[in-house]
């Protein structure tokens, strides 16, 4: 692969997992008393299985500390500074569910799966990062 082809590759892999990210505003009310940092290990693995289309595996505690192992099709990241979201179709329940990325552990992407992008349904003040992009100088 000569270097033109490669730089082509690796701007079209950007620009689709930049597709994949929105950014919104974080509710007034949200508490974050519970608030913890982001695994190192995590952005690799989302980064293959939002660009290849894998299943994502990975450890889930929710609000009440209940810990849960978790399978979905990554469809977005939700970013609501301070706060990052995984925004994932969840086969089991069939439906779209947040989890926020302080609480994601052990993410593993799932070899032999492939799914189609869904549209998510987000709100109002959601916007895609690539149109922060296209509003710079």
């Known amino acids: 692969m000569n270097i033109r082809t490669r730089h082509d590759a690796i701007v079209r892999s950007l620009r689709r997992f930049l597709d994949c990210?929105?950014?919104?505003?974080?509710s007034p009310l949200q508490d974050l008393?519970?608030?913890g940092t982001i695994h190192t290990d995590l952005l690799p693995a989302f980064e293959?299985?939002?660009l290849?289309?894998?299943?994502?595996?990975?450890?889930?505690?929710?609000?009440?500390?209940r810990q849960t192992c978790r399978e979905i099709e990554p469809q977005?990241?939700?970013?609501?500074?301070?706060?990052?979201?995984?925004?994932?179709?969840?086969?089991?329940?069939?439906?779209?569910?947040h989890f926020r990325m302080d609480r994601i552990s052990a993410p593993t992407v799932v070899e032999g799966?492939?799914?189609?992008?869904?549209?998510?349904?987000?709100?109002?003040?959601?916007?895609?990062?690539?149109?922060?992009?296209e509003r710079s100088p």
């Open 76 to 97: 977005a990241m939700l970013i609501l500074p301070p706060l990052w979201y995984l925004v994932g179709w969840d086969p089991a329940r069939a439906d779209f569910r």
């Open 48 to 50: 293959t299985a939002f």
């Open 21 to 26: 990210l929105h950014v919104g505003k974080l």
């Open 113 to 133: 799966t492939k799914f189609l992008q869904r549209h998510v349904p987000f709100e109002k003040d959601v916007c895609p990062y690539s149109s922060l992009l």
């Open 33 to 35: 008393s519970d608030m």
């Open 52 to 65: 290849e289309r894998r299943h994502l595996k990975f450890d889930y505690r929710d609000a009440k500390g």
